[in-house]
């Protein structure tokens, strides 16, 4: 079983420029949470998951 994991997002803006962030590391009883940006016209992609072992 896996110790912790991160949220992974693809961002996307208005331009079609594309750019990864990741969420802190959690346990798996917490939750991992990101933004793209603050900027209203930049948006969510893909929503993903990166676990460690």
């Not at 208005?14 to 793209?36: A, D, F, Y």
């Amino acid at each position: 079983m896996f110790d912790k994991f991160r949220a992974k997002l693809t961002c996307i803006d208005p331009h079609g420029k594309q750019w990864i962030v990741l969420g802190p590391w959690k346990k798996n009883t917490e939750t991992s949470r990101q933004k793209c940006s603050s900027d209203t016209q930049v948006g969510v992609l893909k929503v993903g998951v990166i676990f460690s072992a």
